[in-house]
């Protein structure tokens, strides 16, 4: 008389059928049949191909395989597809350079489902008149998270309005298309540098008493003129 084994079945699961990129889950293979040897394929996001329970760490989303076969000849086989998402972008600016005074407002934006500052505030925005690095982690709707940190920098501005308690600059028009002339006649050989809100130098040049700046090819925006010498600055 022939012997015909009929095959028990495996059921392959995993502890996290989605992952974040740089993440991993274990696939766990189950059967009645305890004389099962287990393979698994690809094995090139796994840390082995070979037993009951292997860990994945896929970069992109996998279809994983198991086959099972035993020494009587049974073999059975399974799949599972593990699911990875993107971990969310997350870029609150540039480091930047601002006067003392002024609030500046870092917003994480409205694209994720929760946040946590370095400041320990938990909202979309947090406003800050302090010098430092601030950074943010932020969850999306997958549970993958990301970070990003700025410095923020506040120094003291000297203002035109005390300047001119000593010495008269006329800065014209302004507002202009990008085009200002720029005159003192108390000022000689003196450096004068245009920067952007965030403390980017546009220009630089030595100003003696009358300078044209031409800036017209930068974005709309505000900018600050600083003359510096010996003296004043």
């Not at 991993?24 to 394929?41: F, I």
């Not at 010098?131 to 120094?155: E, R």
Request: net charge negative.
């Amino acid at each position: 008389y022939a012997v015909v084994n009929t095959p028990d079945p495996i059921a392959v699961s995993a502890t996290k059928p989605a992952i974040c990129i740089g993440d991993s889950t274990n696939l766990v293979v189950t059967s009645s049949n305890n004389l099962y040897n287990y393979t698994w394929s690809p094995s090139t996001s796994l840390n082995t191909s070979t037993g009951s329970t292997v860990k994945a760490f896929p970069i992109n989303s996998t279809k994983y395989y198991v086959n099972a076969s035993d020494i009587n000849g049974c073999m059975a086989n399974d799949s599972i597809t593990i699911t990875v998402n993107p971990l969310p972008t997350i870029f609150l600016g540039n480091d930047t350079t601002l006067c003392t005074g002024q609030t500046f407002v870092l917003d994480a934006t409205s694209a994720f489902s929760s946040y946590l500052w370095s400041t320990n505030d938990t909202t979309q925005t947090i406003g800050t008149t302090t010098s430092g690095n601030y950074s943010v982690i932020v969850t999306d709707a997958n549970g993958c998270k990301n970070s990003d940190t700025i410095s923020l920098t506040f120094t003291i501005c000297v203002d035109i309005r005390e300047v001119t308690k000593k010495i008269r600059i006329n800065v014209y028009p302004n507002p202009s298309n990008g085009i200002y002339t720029i005159e003192s006649s108390e000022l000689n050989n003196v450096t004068i540098t245009v920067t952007d809100i965030q403390g980017k130098t546009i220009t630089s040049d030595i100003f003696n008493k009358k300078s044209v700046i031409d800036i017209s090819e930068n974005p709309n925006g505000i900018y600050l003129i600083r003359l510096v010498d010996e003296k004043i600055s």
